[in-house]
């Protein structure tokens, strides 16, 4: 269920070869194949614009902002990059399509970089306590599977509470996955109450001194006032043993959805106030500007993007790492 199966190879670009990446090469070859779709539809067409031109003009510049619009930056963001842009023409910096990607490189890391924050696990939080929440089919037990594996890559240990009660196989099927990779899971019943199989996993995962409690929950619409009801109960009950806890309530949104992800990431968080987004399925695309449009309307980390459904295929966020996969960069060299 999780669709770890083996990935098709991808074509990579012919053009370039990325050596001495700040990233195994791999990771970021997998980051800037997953993120072509969105890279395309935001460079897409500009570069025959600019060919036979002396500098980069007006037409050049209304061509990306329709683009960086398409690709679902959002409009503050896409203001953003355009009125930088703008001044350097300015200034007369932008003379060639190099300055003008090492333009557009610095503003969407300028953009990106306060939500560039990754998860950290503290020592002293045990077991640290990720609360998957999202609506349906946004990713969340797939997620969960790939962070249980690169934590346990990490040394750590980790336990899986089936806090997806509402789903008839959904908690067989953690379990199934919890065996096959030697991840203990804690379940109940079809039907249980979530707060009380999260707050079993909890008291389990203390006792045999688990390092990091992955807690899977239902597919959920904010609208739905009643199950938003249940996460807070979650929180509530969870806190009786840890009032720090749950460490980390990562919402999961699916970035095909474009802006709806940032009305879900406004709403789950003004009803639960979220502390992480993990961005999924950015490979099948173009609209995975929806990054730039959430880091400039929320105060909340991007910490993990999914590329694919392979484990490398979520990679911890990076704004600049992501930027230049987007733009098809070079990774700087060490
Ligand atoms: N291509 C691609 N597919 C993904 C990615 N992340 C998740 N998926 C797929 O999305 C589908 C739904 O994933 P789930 O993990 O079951 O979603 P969920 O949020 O747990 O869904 P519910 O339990 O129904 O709420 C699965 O087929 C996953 O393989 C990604 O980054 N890229
Ligand atoms: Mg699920």
Known sequence: MF????????????????????KPSGLFAKLRSGLSKTG??????????????KQIDDEVLEELETNLLVADVGIEATQQI??????RIKRNKLKDVDALMEAMHDTMVDILQPASRPLQIKEEDQPTVILMIGINGAGKTTTIGKLAKKFQAE?????????????????????????????????????????????????????????????????????????????????????????????????VVDASIGQNALIQAKEFNSALGITGITVTKLDG???????????????????????????????????STFVKALLDMESKSE
């Open 155 to 251: 040394g750590k240990s980790v336990m899986l509470a089936a806090g997806d009660t509402f789903r008839a196989a959904a908690v067989e099927q953690l379990q199934v996955w919890g065996e096959r990779n030697d991840i203990p899971v804690i379940a109940q019943g079809t039907g249980a109450d979530t707060a009380s199989v999260i707050y079993d996993a909890m008291e389990s995962a203390k006792a045999r001194n688990i390092d990091i409690l992955l807690a899977d929950t239902a597919g959920r619409l904010h609208t739905q006032d009643n199950l938003m009801e249940e996460l807070k109960k979650v929180k509530r009950v969870i806190q009786k043993i840890d009032d720090k806890a749950p460490h980390e309530i990562m919402l």
């Open 82 to 87: 355009i009125s930088e842009l703008t001044k």
């Open 3 to 22: 669709g770890f199966r083996k990935k098709k190879e991808k074509t990579e670009n012919p053009k370039k070869v990325t050596k001495n990446t700040d």
């Open 285 to 319: 695309t173009a609209k995975g500007g929806i990054l730039f449009a959430i880091a400039q309307n929320l105060d909340v980390a991007i910490r993990y993007v999914g590329v694919g459904e392979s484990i490398d295929d979520l990679q911890e966020f990076d704004a």
């Open 40 to 53: 395309g539809a935001v460079t897409g067409g500009v570069g025959t614009l600019i060919l036979g031109k």
